[in-house]
């Protein structure tokens, strides 16, 4: 851990999965067999649902927030698969909106089955979650599905202003705070709740999840204009080509003079990658974006200073790295 290998020159910090591990492996069985009922008449579909298991962040984040906070329970289990189960279904539906054919390096369910089963298989899980979710308790249902009601109206309001080259950052924060920043907020809650900490502890968790998914996002929509396809397994610069106006681009257009900042419209519009890659790096607003990522992950680890000096607090520390500093 303290010399990571790196990748294109960025360290590449592995999420600390070994100190929760078994407790993953648990909540690996219950997202399993929350499903199994529909393996029988959806098996191919079911099964390609692998290849979106990927980080496995936000359970990690339930069961690390738990044990920061004193234990894990078999709640933070069930929950586990519940926030993944929402967001695996967020997954398969954003690859519809973007009309992605990749995802970790495999085709989407979109690419693969066309956007009427992608919808409907989103669906399905997102009713398979709250079912879950019932198994808990009522609070448990209250914040999952107010989270789940911020990332659909973070992604609406995303989608409604698409096209809008005169996005603010206000808007933009507002639309990341609902599609990444809610669930992560949830989870960390979550997690610190049904270990028993007080509400001021699981505030401040939440906090963390927050900043965490804020920084998560600005540090995406960098890597989606500037990444490597294969290396990030997926479909890259859907947000330049659908319009959508993020950190990097809307800091691009401020610190310009109005007639340039007319041109890098204009080659947003029609789609000019490399004049618009040109522009970023001129203005510096690529190395502002990633600024602005660390500036959060710098106040997700503030957030977490009450805590005792455990492992679990270290690897909440850790992640809050890792978010800004990934290449995939």
Known sequence: MLNPPTVNGRPKAP??????????????????????????????????????????????????????????TRAHHVLGAVVEMVHTATLVHDDILDEADTRRHVSTVNAG?????????????????????????ARACE???????????????QVSRAGNLA???????????????????CCTRLGAHYAGAAAGVADRLADYGGALGAAFQIADDVLDL???PLVAGKTLGTD?????????????????????AARLRDAMKQGRVAEVLEALAATGALDSAEAEAR??????????????????????????????????
């Open 167 to 185: 996005l603010t950052e206000a808007d933009y924060f507002e639309i990341v705070a609902g599609k990444t920043g809610a669930l992560t907020e």
């Open 15 to 72: 999420l600390p999965l070994a100190l929760v591990a078994a407790d993953l492996a648990e909540v690996e069985r219950v997202y399993d067999d929350a499903l199994a009922p529909f393996r029988t008449r959806f098996g191919p579909l079911v099964s390609h649902l692998r290849h979106y298991r990927g980080k496995r962040l936000r359970p990690v984040l339930v069961l690390l927030a738990g044990q920061a906070c004193g234990r894990v």
């Open 226 to 228: 500037t990444g490597d």
């Open 240 to 260: 330049l080509d659908q319009g959508k106006q993020t950190l990097p681009l809307i800091r691009a257009l401020a610190a310009l003079p109005p007639a340039e």
């Open 143 to 157: 914040w999952v599905g107010d989270a789940t009601n911020r990332v659909c109206a973070g992604e609406l309001l």
């Open 113 to 137: 089955w066309g956007p009427k089963t992608a919808l409907l298989l989103g669906d399905m899980l997102f009713s398979a979650a709250f079912r879950l979710c019932s198994t808990v308790d």
């Open 295 to 328: 500036k959060l992950a710098a106040n997700a680890r503030l957030a977490l200073a009450g805590l005792p000096a455990t492992p679990y607090r270290a690897a909440l520390e850790q992640i809050a790295d890792w978010a800004v500093k990934r290449d995939r």
